[in-house]
Protein backbone atom coordinates (compact mmCIF):
# COMPACT_ATOMS: atom_id res chain seq x y z
CA UNK A 1 0.00 0.00 0.00
CA UNK A 2 0.94 3.70 0.28
CA UNK A 3 3.05 5.13 2.68
CA UNK A 4 1.31 7.32 5.32
CA UNK A 5 1.86 11.19 4.17
CA UNK A 6 3.46 11.90 7.69
CA UNK A 7 5.59 8.77 7.24
CA UNK A 8 9.15 9.72 8.40
CA UNK A 9 10.58 8.38 5.30
CA UNK A 10 8.63 9.93 2.51
CA UNK A 11 10.05 12.27 0.72
CA UNK A 12 6.89 14.23 -1.33
CA UNK A 13 4.43 15.03 0.22
CA UNK A 14 2.42 17.39 -2.32
CA UNK A 15 2.97 18.45 -5.94
CA UNK A 16 4.37 21.69 -4.61
CA UNK A 17 7.90 23.19 -5.61
CA UNK A 18 10.01 24.64 -3.01
CA UNK A 19 11.84 27.71 -3.63
CA UNK A 20 12.86 29.26 -0.22
CA UNK A 21 14.48 32.50 0.86
CA UNK A 22 16.81 32.74 4.07
CA UNK A 23 17.68 36.31 5.74
CA UNK A 24 19.77 36.68 8.76
CA UNK A 25 19.10 37.73 11.45
CA UNK A 26 22.42 37.46 13.92
CA UNK A 27 25.41 36.45 11.32
CA UNK A 28 25.10 32.94 9.41
CA UNK A 29 27.24 30.39 8.35
CA UNK A 30 25.12 28.23 5.12
CA UNK A 31 26.07 26.03 2.28
CA UNK A 32 24.57 26.45 -1.48
CA UNK A 33 24.72 25.13 -4.86
CA UNK A 34 27.83 23.23 -6.45
CA UNK A 35 31.19 25.07 -6.75
CA UNK A 36 33.20 25.33 -10.07
CA UNK A 37 34.82 21.65 -11.06
CA UNK A 38 38.23 23.43 -10.47
CA UNK A 39 37.43 24.68 -7.23
CA UNK A 40 36.11 21.32 -6.02
CA UNK A 41 39.76 20.07 -7.23
CA UNK A 42 41.70 22.64 -5.73
CA UNK A 43 40.25 21.87 -2.40
CA UNK A 44 40.18 18.53 -2.41
CA UNK A 45 43.89 18.15 -3.33
CA UNK A 46 45.86 19.71 -0.22
CA UNK A 47 43.85 16.47 1.66
CA UNK A 48 45.87 14.10 -0.25
CA UNK A 49 42.86 11.85 -1.17
CA UNK A 50 42.69 11.12 -4.64
CA UNK A 51 44.21 7.88 -3.85
CA UNK A 52 41.19 6.70 -1.90
CA UNK A 53 38.90 9.24 -3.90
CA UNK A 54 40.28 9.64 -7.55
CA UNK A 55 38.42 13.46 -7.58
CA UNK A 56 40.39 14.74 -9.92
CA UNK A 57 39.78 11.67 -12.58
CA UNK A 58 36.28 11.54 -12.54
CA UNK A 59 35.88 15.38 -12.64
CA UNK A 60 38.70 16.13 -15.04
CA UNK A 61 37.45 13.27 -17.52
CA UNK A 62 33.58 14.95 -17.31
CA UNK A 63 34.40 18.35 -15.94
CA UNK A 64 30.45 19.51 -16.33
CA UNK A 65 26.97 18.46 -15.12
CA UNK A 66 27.37 14.90 -15.26
CA UNK A 67 30.67 14.82 -13.95
CA UNK A 68 29.60 16.05 -10.65
CA UNK A 69 26.86 14.28 -10.38
CA UNK A 70 28.93 11.06 -10.89
CA UNK A 71 31.59 12.23 -8.16
CA UNK A 72 28.48 13.33 -5.77
CA UNK A 73 27.11 9.89 -6.10
CA UNK A 74 30.24 8.03 -5.93
CA UNK A 75 31.35 10.32 -2.76
CA UNK A 76 28.23 10.19 -1.14
CA UNK A 77 27.21 6.67 -1.70
CA UNK A 78 30.80 5.01 -0.42
CA UNK A 79 30.56 1.58 1.33
CA UNK A 80 30.59 2.48 5.06
CA UNK A 81 34.07 1.60 7.03
CA UNK A 82 35.73 3.10 3.32
CA UNK A 83 33.44 6.07 4.36
CA UNK A 84 34.80 6.21 8.28
CA UNK A 85 38.63 5.75 7.38
CA UNK A 86 38.47 8.45 4.71
CA UNK A 87 36.74 10.36 6.73
CA UNK A 88 38.96 10.05 9.68
CA UNK A 89 41.95 10.63 7.15
CA UNK A 90 40.78 14.16 5.68
CA UNK A 91 40.10 15.31 9.42
CA UNK A 92 43.59 14.16 10.73
CA UNK A 93 45.01 15.52 7.80
CA UNK A 94 43.55 19.55 8.33
CA UNK A 95 43.88 19.16 12.04
CA UNK A 96 47.95 18.29 11.88
CA UNK A 97 48.82 19.91 8.75
CA UNK A 98 47.49 23.58 10.37
CA UNK A 99 45.14 24.00 7.15
CA UNK A 100 43.23 27.02 7.70
CA UNK A 101 40.36 28.10 5.47
CA UNK A 102 37.12 28.63 6.21
CA UNK A 103 36.09 25.59 4.31
CA UNK A 104 38.27 23.16 6.11
CA UNK A 105 37.48 24.52 9.58
CA UNK A 106 33.76 23.85 9.04
CA UNK A 107 34.87 19.89 7.67
CA UNK A 108 36.71 19.78 11.47
CA UNK A 109 33.66 21.07 13.64
CA UNK A 110 31.14 18.96 11.51
CA UNK A 111 32.87 15.53 11.98
CA UNK A 112 32.30 16.59 15.70
CA UNK A 113 28.58 16.80 15.23
CA UNK A 114 28.04 14.40 12.85
CA UNK A 115 30.84 11.49 12.64
CA UNK A 116 30.82 9.06 9.91
CA UNK A 117 28.58 11.12 7.89
CA UNK A 118 29.76 12.10 4.52
CA UNK A 119 27.95 15.88 4.70
CA UNK A 120 31.09 16.55 6.43
CA UNK A 121 32.46 17.05 3.56
CA UNK A 122 30.09 19.37 1.74
CA UNK A 123 31.98 22.54 2.12
CA UNK A 124 34.15 21.08 -0.35
CA UNK A 125 31.97 20.74 -2.88
CA UNK A 126 29.12 23.48 -2.15
CA UNK A 127 29.38 27.23 -2.00
CA UNK A 128 30.44 28.17 1.65
CA UNK A 129 29.23 31.86 2.60
CA UNK A 130 28.61 33.87 5.38
CA UNK A 131 25.52 36.47 5.64
CA UNK A 132 25.84 39.24 7.88
CA UNK A 133 22.85 40.64 9.45
CA UNK A 134 19.83 41.17 7.16
CA UNK A 135 21.53 39.87 3.95
CA UNK A 136 19.45 36.99 2.32
CA UNK A 137 19.66 34.52 -0.40
CA UNK A 138 17.37 32.84 -2.72
CA UNK A 139 17.13 28.94 -3.09
CA UNK A 140 16.11 27.97 -6.51
CA UNK A 141 14.20 24.19 -6.35
CA UNK A 142 16.27 21.40 -6.99
CA UNK A 143 19.70 23.52 -5.33
CA UNK A 144 21.27 21.60 -2.79
CA UNK A 145 22.05 23.64 0.45
CA UNK A 146 22.67 23.59 4.55
CA UNK A 147 22.15 25.81 7.26
CA UNK A 148 25.46 25.24 9.50
CA UNK A 149 25.04 27.87 12.45
CA UNK A 150 23.20 31.37 13.11
CA UNK A 151 20.29 32.95 13.48
CA UNK A 152 17.65 33.53 10.24
CA UNK A 153 14.27 33.89 8.88
CA UNK A 154 13.02 31.68 6.40
CA UNK A 155 10.48 31.81 4.05
CA UNK A 156 9.45 28.91 1.22
CA UNK A 157 6.16 28.14 -0.69
CA UNK A 158 3.55 25.89 0.60
CA UNK A 159 5.54 22.40 -0.11
CA UNK A 160 6.45 19.95 2.62
CA UNK A 161 8.68 18.24 0.18
CA UNK A 162 12.11 17.57 1.62
CA UNK A 163 14.92 15.46 0.40
CA UNK A 164 18.01 14.99 2.42
CA UNK A 165 21.41 14.39 1.51
CA UNK A 166 23.23 14.09 5.17
CA UNK A 167 24.20 16.18 7.84
CA UNK A 168 20.92 14.75 9.89
CA UNK A 169 19.32 11.97 11.44
CA UNK A 170 16.30 12.14 9.71
CA UNK A 171 15.61 9.92 6.56
CA UNK A 172 18.00 10.13 3.60
CA UNK A 173 17.24 8.93 0.04
CA UNK A 174 20.53 9.26 -1.87
CA UNK A 175 19.60 8.15 -5.56
CA UNK A 176 16.08 10.54 -5.53
CA UNK A 177 18.51 13.36 -4.29
CA UNK A 178 20.96 13.14 -7.41
CA UNK A 179 17.47 12.52 -9.55
CA UNK A 180 16.73 15.58 -8.99
CA UNK A 181 19.59 17.95 -7.60
CA UNK A 182 20.79 20.87 -10.25
CA UNK A 183 24.33 19.83 -10.55
CA UNK A 184 25.39 23.19 -12.47
CA UNK A 185 27.92 25.06 -10.72
CA UNK A 186 27.12 28.62 -9.61
CA UNK A 187 28.38 31.24 -7.40
CA UNK A 188 25.18 32.01 -4.99
CA UNK A 189 23.96 35.45 -4.79
CA UNK A 190 23.90 37.91 -1.41
CA UNK A 191 20.50 39.95 -1.44
CA UNK A 192 20.87 43.04 0.35
CA UNK A 193 17.27 44.92 0.50
CA UNK A 194 16.23 47.27 -1.90
CA UNK A 195 14.36 50.80 -0.89
CA UNK A 196 10.51 50.99 -1.99
CA UNK A 197 9.01 53.82 -0.36
CA UNK A 198 9.15 55.24 2.95
CA UNK A 199 10.26 52.88 5.36
CA UNK A 200 10.25 49.78 3.91
CA UNK A 201 12.58 47.84 1.75
CA UNK A 202 12.29 44.45 -0.22
CA UNK A 203 14.38 41.42 -1.11
CA UNK A 204 14.21 40.44 -5.17
CA UNK A 205 13.35 37.12 -5.99
CA UNK A 206 11.69 35.38 -8.70
CA UNK A 207 9.13 33.52 -6.58
CA UNK A 208 5.43 33.74 -7.72
CA UNK A 209 4.00 32.55 -4.13
CA UNK A 210 6.41 34.94 -1.88
CA UNK A 211 8.05 38.36 -1.22
CA UNK A 212 9.70 39.71 1.86
CA UNK A 213 10.41 43.36 2.87
CA UNK A 214 12.12 44.88 5.97
CA UNK A 215 10.22 48.14 7.38
CA UNK A 216 12.62 50.04 9.40
CA UNK A 217 10.32 52.84 11.81
CA UNK A 218 12.54 55.44 14.04
CA UNK A 219 13.02 59.24 13.96
CA UNK A 220 13.06 60.19 10.48
CA UNK A 221 10.24 57.41 9.21
CA UNK A 222 8.12 57.11 12.34
CA UNK A 223 4.85 55.61 10.50
CA UNK A 224 4.39 53.24 7.86
CA UNK A 225 0.79 53.14 5.82
CA UNK A 226 0.07 49.71 4.13
CA UNK A 227 -0.61 49.46 0.34
CA UNK A 228 -4.59 49.76 -0.75
CA UNK A 229 -3.74 46.47 -2.92
CA UNK A 230 -2.36 43.65 -0.83
CA UNK A 231 -2.51 40.31 -0.18
CA UNK A 232 -2.70 38.42 3.90
CA UNK A 233 0.77 39.38 6.06
CA UNK A 234 2.66 37.69 8.25
CA UNK A 235 5.11 39.89 10.21
CA UNK A 236 7.44 39.40 13.57
CA UNK A 237 9.16 42.76 15.57
CA UNK A 238 12.56 41.91 15.83
CA UNK A 239 13.75 45.72 17.37
CA UNK A 240 12.14 48.08 19.20
CA UNK A 241 8.16 48.09 19.70
CA UNK A 242 5.28 49.52 17.84
CA UNK A 243 1.24 50.14 17.48
CA UNK A 244 -0.34 48.75 14.60
CA UNK A 245 -4.15 50.30 14.24
CA UNK A 246 -6.38 48.72 11.71
CA UNK A 247 -7.68 52.62 10.17
CA UNK A 248 -10.98 50.84 8.98
CA UNK A 249 -12.80 49.97 12.83
CA UNK A 250 -9.95 51.73 14.83
CA UNK A 251 -8.31 48.81 16.68
CA UNK A 252 -4.91 49.36 18.22
CA UNK A 253 -2.98 46.17 18.67
CA UNK A 254 0.68 46.71 20.36
CA UNK A 255 3.47 45.00 18.39
CA UNK A 256 6.93 44.39 20.45
CA UNK A 257 10.08 43.19 19.81
CA UNK A 258 9.51 39.05 19.98
CA UNK A 259 5.71 39.39 18.59
CA UNK A 260 5.09 37.67 15.60
CA UNK A 261 1.27 38.40 13.82
CA UNK A 262 -0.91 37.83 11.36
CA UNK A 263 -3.08 40.78 9.16
CA UNK A 264 -5.44 39.01 7.01
CA UNK A 265 -6.14 40.71 3.58
CA UNK A 266 -9.85 41.60 4.67
CA UNK A 267 -8.69 44.29 6.57
CA UNK A 268 -8.35 46.94 3.94
CA UNK A 269 -5.62 49.70 5.70
CA UNK A 270 -3.67 49.84 8.61
CA UNK A 271 -0.89 51.75 10.35
CA UNK A 272 2.30 50.95 11.79
CA UNK A 273 4.00 53.71 14.94
CA UNK A 274 6.79 54.18 16.33
CA UNK A 275 10.73 52.49 16.57
CA UNK A 276 11.09 49.01 15.18
CA UNK A 277 12.37 46.56 12.98
CA UNK A 278 9.91 44.81 11.34
CA UNK A 279 9.95 42.00 9.00
CA UNK A 280 6.91 41.28 7.04
CA UNK A 281 5.99 38.24 4.51
CA UNK A 282 3.74 38.61 2.21
CA UNK A 283 2.43 37.16 -1.37
CA UNK A 284 3.07 39.37 -4.53
CA UNK A 285 0.30 40.28 -6.33
Keep these: GKKPMDSGDRNYRD ?20 RDVEDIIGMME ?15 NQPGVEGLKGFFTAIMDMERDRRRNLLEEIVAK ?14 SR ?11 LSPLFL ?9 AMYIHPGELHSYLEGAGLELMANSDNVIRGGLTSKHIDLPELANILDFTPCIPDILTPEWIDGPEKSYSVTAEEFMLSVISLNSRHSIY ?4 SRSAEIMICTEGDALV ?3 GNGEILEFKKGMSIFIPASVERYLIRGEAIIYKASVPL
Design 110 to 120: LSKEYPGDMGI
Design 127 to 135: NLFHLTTTE
Design 15 to 34: ENHKPELICALRPLWALKGF
Design 225 to 228: ESRE
Design 94 to 107: IEDSGLSSPEYEWI
Design 245 to 247: TDI
Design 46 to 60: PLGVNAEVPVAEILR
